[in-house]
């Protein structure tokens, strides 16, 4: 007579192991993927607000003749993303309702948000006949 040993107790115990490793690297790399995906939208916000700013800076400009002044949050740039508080060159694009108050980062990414300089006529080495200039910029996303 022969007896057949039954060793499914341990062959489902490693089946539950297996499925578990499984979704956990799924898991894993799906989090990644959607917190790709999460920066890329955000960096992408951040380019429409800068070509909406690039816009309504220019209507200032057709309406003044001039840019709105930064201050300098460091190195010669106005963060105007800075902090709530700090929209030095934003605040008269919103009073002249160029653009809207409700305008931020979309992560408030400090340092990395949005930077802006105006300079005069003949500033940085430029000719005196191209007129005042701005600079406009993002110095680093997200998803870079």
């Not at 500033?123 to 005042?132: E, I, L, T």
Request: glycine share 8%; net charge negative.
């Amino acid at each position: 007579m022969s007896i057949k040993m039954n060793n499914q107790e341990g062959q489902s115990g490693l089946q539950v192991l297996m499925v578990l490793s499984i979704l956990l690297f799924i898991a894993t790399f799906s989090t990644i993927f959607i917190l790709n995906i999460q920066k890329k939208a955000r960096d992408s916000e951040r380019i429409t607000i800068l070509i909406t700013l690039q816009k309504s800076l220019d209507l200032y400009f057709d309406t003044f003749n001039k840019w709105p002044k930064g201050d300098d949050d460091g190195q010669g740039w106005d963060e105007g993303f800075h902090s709530k508080s700090d929209r030095r060159f934003i605040q008269p694009l919103v009073d002249h309702k160029y653009i809207s108050l409700a305008m931020s980062d979309p992560k408030f990414y400090g340092a990395k948000s949005i930077k802006y300089a105006s300079y005069d006529a003949g500033s940085n080495g430029c000719p005196v006949d191209k007129g005042m200039f701005y600079v406009l910029g993002i110095s680093e996303l997200e998803s870079d």
